[in-house]
């Protein structure tokens, strides 16, 4: 199992024979989008720059919104949550995925705004393998938020996104001020290629992907 960062808030998940995408944004970000060659194609909310599905093939299952859902034994929990601290009042909705996947668990956080979690969301999130959570804040939770989401989900690994980076011409914070916040030195990788066998069985692990 592999998972790669594309930019901003949007990964490949690839396994033996499928290939899952969360959250393809449009060119406008300064990014290039990536190309969908996926089977399954997650959209945790209606944004720009998070639910560019143009250019699916024909055959790509698209998922935007909650609910429980299975596609060539992918097992995907969407669970609703808000994209700002005042009920959505500011910007809406947001889905939160939990993904089994080939015997490891993911959860996508999407543009998570509430600046902490509710029993239920957390119930239905369950135990979680490698946790992606936006650190970048100003239309997200920002780096304090950020740890305390991360101490109510307690993955073994987590991975940033949703953060300002070179080409990004999105106005939000670096990721620096979450990585002095979180107080864990970060693994940087290109990839991180993952089995149940080389997960962290005590100690937190953090990962900071390239793109």
């Not at 024909?58 to 935007?64: E, F, H, L, P």
């Not at 940033?160 to 979180?182: A, C, G, Q, R």
């Not at 290109?190 to 149940?196: A, E, G, M, R, Y």
Request: proline letters at 5%.
């Amino acid at each position: 199992m592999t998972l790669s960062w594309l930019g901003h808030s949007c990964f490949r998940l690839e396994g033996k024979e499928v290939s899952l995408l969360i959250d393809p944004f449009s060119k406008d970000i300064g990014l290039r989008p990536p190309r969908i060659k996926d089977q399954i194609v997650l959209v945790t909310h209606n944004h720009y720059d998070h639910a560019n599905t143009e250019g699916a093939e024909a055959g790509s299952m698209i998922i935007n919104g909650p609910g429980e859902y299975e596609v060539k034994g992918v097992y995907i929990q969407g669970i609703p949550s808000f994209h700002d601290n005042t009920g959505g009042a500011e910007r809406g909705s947001n889905t939160i995925y939990s993904i089994k996947f080939e015997d490891i668990t993911f959860c996508h956080l999407g543009d998570l705004g509430q600046e902490a979690l509710d029993e239920k969301q957390v119930d239905l999130i369950g135990d979680i393998d490698v946790l992606m959570v936006p650190v970048g804040g100003k239309y997200t939770i920002g780096a304090k938020e950020a740890v305390k989401v991360i101490s109510q989900i307690e993955p073994k690994i987590i991975i940033p996104m949703h953060y300002k980076t070179p080409e990004l011409n999105i106005d939000i914070e670096s990721v620096d001020k979450f990585l002095k916040e979180v107080g864990l030195v970060p693994e940087k990788l290109d990839k991180l290629k993952i089995s149940q066998k080389n997960l962290p069985q005590e100690e937190m692990k953090l990962v900071v992907l390239s793109y």
